[in-house]
Each structure stands twice: as C-alpha cells, then as structure tokens.
C-alpha cells in the first residue's frame, strides 16, 4: 500500500515561488507516475502536471506551463512541483497522487492519493 504525503503549502505573495513535496511514508514511487492536482473552493480538481516512474517525460497544464515543473528523486523516495510567478488564481489545495499506468493528468487513471496542502496566494 502506498501512502503518499504532501509538504511546502502556505501563504505567498503573488509573484512568488513554493516548492511542493510529495513523499512515500509507505511503499515507494519507483514504479509510479506522479500526478500533481490542486482543487480551489467550488471547482473540480485539475491536473496540474504529470512525471514518468522514471522522470524522462513530464506534461503541464496550459495553465501552468512556464511556471510550474515537477521533478523527482527516486532516491529520496519524492516528487517535487516547483511553482514560480504564483498568482492568486493559483490558490488551492494540491494533491499528489501516484498511478500504475503511464503518465496522466485524469482523476480517474490515479490509484494512490495523499491528503493535500493548501497554497494561498496573495494578490
């Protein structure tokens, strides 16, 4: 089973930068692509972007894109989301969530989900 754990939200000017972490307290994500989502009050969840197992290829959101990347550290048993330029329509609860399959944007395709942490960026 694996649980994952999300680290790094909190309160940021817009323009600023956070750095996410998603860890493995259980299991480990060598075998897994890594999904980031974030879900803001009263709106679906998005995919945000998206890593291989073993991090060769990588997609974004239109909305993101330019501003966000992922990476991870298989050593270290982590996947990371850089986020510079945050703007306050990027507030929200991020998710990672961990897939068997190849690399996918859609809640669906996700088997693994860690509890969140919020980003709150102001204007």
């Known amino acids: 089973q694996l649980q994952l754990v999300e680290s790094g939200g909190g309160l940021v000017q817009a323009g600023g930068s956070l750095r996410l972490s998603c860890a493995a307290s259980?299991?480990?994500?060598?075998?897994?692509?890594i999904t980031w989502f974030r879900q803001a009050p009263g709106k679906e969840r998005e995919g945000v972007s998206c890593?291989?197992?073993?991090?060769?290829?990588?997609n974004y959101a239109d909305s993101v894109k330019g501003r966000f990347t992922t990476s991870r550290d298989n050593a270290k048993n982590t996947v990371y989301l850089q986020m510079n330029s945050l703007k306050p329509e990027d507030t929200a609860v991020y998710y990672c969530?961990?897939?068997?399959?190849?690399?996918?944007?859609?809640?669906?395709?996700?088997?693994?989900w860690g509890k969140g942490t919020l980003v709150t960026v102001s204007s």
């Open positions: 969530a961990a897939t068997s399959y190849h690399c996918s944007r859609y809640v669906s395709m996700m088997n693994y």
């Open positions: 890593i291989s197992s073993s991090g060769s290829s990588t």
């Open positions: 259980s299991g480990t994500l060598d075998y897994y692509a």
